[in-house]
């Protein structure tokens, strides 16, 4: 089911999902839209982002246990202030996240195998449109560790693995025919260009 007024950016770390959120921020006409994360700041998002600096060691299990939990209360809960996303898009605002089921069945799927994580979130809506920012783990991985500090995930080893499942999820998805729209982006290229191409595709779409 894809959820309308909905739209996903993904990729690995450091590929500059956030950057271009932010730019969508300053858009004059911010106010349509819903700026959004996952994990969320709902208590659970909160214990993720311990998890994810390394703070409370998890089963990788437990993590993807976690991050579907944390989904839904992204969608249908009132846990943090960016949940609820689902009443947000009906009601007609352009809810934008950065980052959503397709992280977990990456990162999840790198590390505790691609079963539990694909179950765990076959009956979420999908976004009307999903951006793919596309990207080379050495060229995203300097950009993260130049930012300082770095999460358990932010290795060079990882997040190959992780470059390596997110194209291989995303083909998956252009094969099956959902309805969602996905659009590729060379995120090696300069902040401007993407940015214009993702403000041509929101231009067309709504
Ligand atoms: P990120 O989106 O990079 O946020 P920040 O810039 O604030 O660090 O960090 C979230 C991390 O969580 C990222 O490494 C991907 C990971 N993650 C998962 O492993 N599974 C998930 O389902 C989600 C939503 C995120």
Known sequence: ?????????????GAGTSTQIEILKKRPDAGRFFFTTEP????????????????????????????????????YGKGGTNCGVVAKAESGKIVVSDRYLFSSLTYQSVTCGDELPRRLNESFP????????DIDPEISLKRVLGRGETEIYEKLDFQKATAGRYRAVISEYEK????MKIVRLDASKPVSEIAEI?????????
């Open 126 to 133: 999908l976004p009307e449109i999903l951006f793919f920012f």
């Open 40 to 75: 969320t700041d709902s208590e659970t998002g909160k214990f993720l982002r311990k998890m994810l600096k390394g703070d409370v060691e998890l089963d990788a299990r437990t993590s993807a246990f976690l991050f579907a939990a944390d989904r839904n209360e992204h969608l």
């Open 198 to 206: 993702i403000s041509g595709k929101l231009k067309t779409e709504n």
């Open 1 to 13: 089911m894809i959820l309308k007024n909905f739209i996903v950016f993904e990729g690995i770390d």
């Open 176 to 179: 099956m025919n959902t309805g």
